[in-house]
């Protein structure tokens, strides 16, 4: 396992190597921040998306307490792209990582846009978790409350854990499978199955999961957040990777400015895309 530097960070390195130049003349056409995620458009057309990461900023109780929570409202138009990945840095706060993240993902887009899909995974579009395809007997630990998968999971009788910093997300007959997150060193070793949040990469707690899953565990990584670069992932020993592709930039940002779910964009003007790795 590649333990020299994080996953997001190489991520990012493989991304200015394969765009070299071209990455030093692109800006920030528009940002979204949304309720629920966040959107940057850049002037070559492309978008990428991340989650944003509401719960993550206490900060936010009233106006002057959040000064340090956006880098420069109303002044994001027009900034360079290098300028913004330097929010990648974890150290910084968790909004700000989301605007880089999500500036990556629209620099992975023009990768895409450029080159065509990756050649070195099987690409897939619709739920990630129907590419895993989780075994009888399997068990499954969620890093993040997903819905569909707890319910998939109870209907199947499957055995799995959440991990989850609020249990509140929790409906009460999900609550039994409950796992507070500081006993992810003892719950993650436990699945065979381990599927993640890629908001994980936001509150740079997705290395040390990768790190605790046994020899053999079939790791997913979903969600708009997670980048669609297959190679730093399966260095990690990730098998799906989901993540988003977005068809009209424009239109998605619209939707988010008026507080868009997922729901709301879907295989409308962004596509649920999978790497198979």
Not at 224 to 240: D, K, N, Q, S
Request: net charge negative; glycine share 10%; aromatic share 4%.
């Amino acid at each position: 396992m590649n333990t020299a530097s994080s996953l997001l960070q190489d991520l990012h390195a493989e991304t200015m190597t394969r765009l070299g130049d071209a990455a030093g003349t692109l800006k920030i056409e528009r940002a979204v921040v949304g309720l629920f995620f966040t959107g940057v458009l850049l002037d070559n057309g492309t978008c990428g998306l991340s989650a944003s990461p509401i719960k993550d900023i206490p900060a936010a109780v009233c106006c002057s307490s959040s000064l340090s929570a956006l880098p420069a409202p109303g002044k994001l138009r027009g900034r360079p792209v290098l300028d913004a990945l330097k929010d990648l840095d974890p150290r910084v706060g968790p909004m700000r990582r989301t605007l880089a993240i999500a500036t990556l993902n629209a620099l992975i887009e023009t990768l895409w846009r450029r080159d065509g899909p990756p050649g070195d995974a099987d690409i897939s579009a619709g739920d990630a978790c129907d590419v895993l395809m989780p075994q009888p007997g399997e068990k499954a630990v969620l890093v993040g409350a997903f819905t569909p998968y707890m319910r998939a999971f109870r209907r199947e009788g499957r055995d799995y854990r959440v991990l989850e910093m609020d249990p509140a997300t929790l409906k009460p007959e999900e609550l039994p499978h409950y796992a507070p997150a500081d006993t992810a060193p003892d719950v993650v070793p436990w699945g065979d199955i381990l599927i993640s949040t890629a908001t994980t990469m936001i509150n740079d707690t997705l290395d040390g999961l990768l790190a605790l899953a046994r020899p053999g565990t079939r790791i997913a990584i979903i969600g708009p957040t997670a980048p669609l670069l297959p190679g730093p992932y399966r260095a990690r020993g990730v098998r799906i990777v989901g993540g988003t592709r977005v068809r009209d930039g424009e239109a998605l940002l619209d939707l988010l400015s008026e507080g868009a779910s997922g729901y709301h964009f879907f295989e409308k003007q962004a596509d649920r895309i999978n790497l198979a790795l």
